[in-house]
């Protein structure tokens, strides 16, 4: 085998290491258990996986700008109470407002994504207009959105309590299913997951907006001498970043039937890692949407199989960190030998 031959099998590899890597492991995990494999299985698995992958795709519209964006989570947690509050069964006895009248269940939802997008504008504002570093940014509004979120739901006569009694028109969003008979279903949460996908595949590749932000993170002076208003396309891709959180955060609402003022805590960290397991580029520039969605998935796996054939959730941690670091390692690797 002559060593053009080689490289190319390298870099077929290379380029779909993710997806090898997600192969191996289903494949490892149905060794130890073969009724990994059953269909519910796999199901649960994408169920649980739909609205940690609408996040990571948010968060993947400012990765690849070069940014980061810290307060993902905690609009998970707001938009998760906001919508829950509004959406409690009329004869339940401890609600959040016990004299709203009964809503159209789309108001809620759409109150919930827009009050995303509007965090998600204040931090484009911040990174694009006063220039503050997106760590700094989104470390300070992810604190804010906490406070904000506390005060909201400590609101007498909730005072902090656990806000439950959903009303089944919501749920249903994110428990029902379409019943393809024989057993199979499809749940509506997954359509949703993967709706939300085909549209930010199309954002990333057939826009001006989506060229625009792998301009911005490839080099932010070039995009600017090309002609590029760089700050509207930030404050842009910041708003659509939170209008997905704000969406994950309501889904998350219906799929488990309630929700606090510590929902979403630590999201941030997942959507992060899965887009960067997924090959989204921390130097910005480099990111694709079925990547992120392998990246979500392989923490599914992980999550839900390792569980699955009882490993201890210590291990669990420890593998997910070495599969982190050497994603990182991999794409540090990548950004060098391109420099």
């Known amino acids: 085998m002559n060593t053009q031959v080689i490289n190319q099998v390298k870099q077929y590899i290379t380029q779909r290491a993710i997806f090898i890597v997600l192969i191996l492991l289903v494949i490892g995990i149905a060794i130890a258990d073969p009724n990994f494999l059953a269909f519910s299985t796999l199901r649960d698995i994408l169920q649980q996986s739909s609205t940690r992958a609408i996040i990571a795709l948010g968060a993947a519209f400012i990765l690849v700008t070069g940014g980061v964006d810290l307060s ?20 339940y006895a401890n609600r959040f407002f016990p004299d709203l009248p009964h809503l159209w269940v789309g108001l809620p939802i759409i109150i919930g994504i827009v009050a995303g997008l509007i965090v998600g504008l204040v931090n484009g504002i911040i990174v694009a207009k006063l220039h503050v570093p997106p760590f700094i940014a989104t470390l300070g509004t992810m604190v804010a959105v906490y406070g904000l979120n506390s005060i909201y739901f400590d609101t007498e006569p909730n005072q902090s309590q656990p806000i439950g009694g959903l009303r089944p028109d919501f749920t249903v969003i994110g428990s029902g299913y379409i019943d393809l008979g024989g057993g199979y ?140 670091v050497a994603a990182v390692a991999f794409d540090i690797r990548k950004y060098m030998a391109k420099k």
């Open 185 to 324: 279903s499809i749940p509506y949460i997954v359509l949703i997951a993967i709706a939300v996908a085909l549209i930010c595949w199309v954002v990333f590749n057939k826009t001006r907006l989506g060229k625009n932000m792998y301009a911005i993170g490839g080099n932010i002076q070039a995009a600017h001498v090309s002609g590029i208003h760089v700050a509207r396309n930030l404050i842009a891709l910041y708003a659509i970043a939170g209008a997905l959180y704000g969406l994950g955060g309501v889904l998350e609402a219906a799929r488990t039937g309630g929700a606090t003022n510590n929902y979403g805590n630590m999201y941030e960290l997942d959507a992060i890692a899965a887009c960067v397991v997924g090959g989204v580029s921390t130097a910005g520039g480099i990111g694709t949407v079925p990547g992120v969605m392998a990246g979500v998935l392989i923490f599914g796996v992980i999550n839900y199989g390792l569980t699955f054939i009882g490993v201890s959730p210590y291990w669990q941690l420890i593998i997910k960190g070495l599969i982190i």
């Open 72 to 91: 993902a989570g905690r609009v998970v947690g707001l938009t998760a109470v906001v919508s829950a509050s509004m959406l409690q069964i009329d004869e």
